[in-house]
């Protein structure tokens, strides 16, 4: 943006004096060339970074859905655990007691 009023401005000066203005424009034009390979450069970095992060976050979601279900199971689990030791409990009593199944929830 700020080539172009420079650019215009000294080609009308070399062109009042009659002079070749094709060196300066050559390095200006180089300059510019430079800065637009550099910025697509970078914008092509930015893309293949955000396609690197992506990626990790879609592993993530998979692995958090796993442990959700490793979890429930573990707790279905724990229940199991829960109930068999009560189941045990009981048992034990009615063995003590010698009163069988009769009047005793412990479920």
Sequence with gaps: ELFKPALQEYKQKALEKNQP???IFELIALKKDQEMAEAE?????DEEGEAILKIPMTLRVV?????RKRVKK???DI?????????KKRRILVRIRGDGHRGVDWT
């Design 79 to 87: 229940l199991l655990k829960k109930r068999s030791a009560l189941q």
């Design 41 to 45: 450069e970078q914008r092509k970095l």
């Design 63 to 67: 692995s958090i859905k796993k442990k």
């Design 21 to 23: 203005f094709g060196p």
């Design 74 to 76: 573990l707790q279905s």
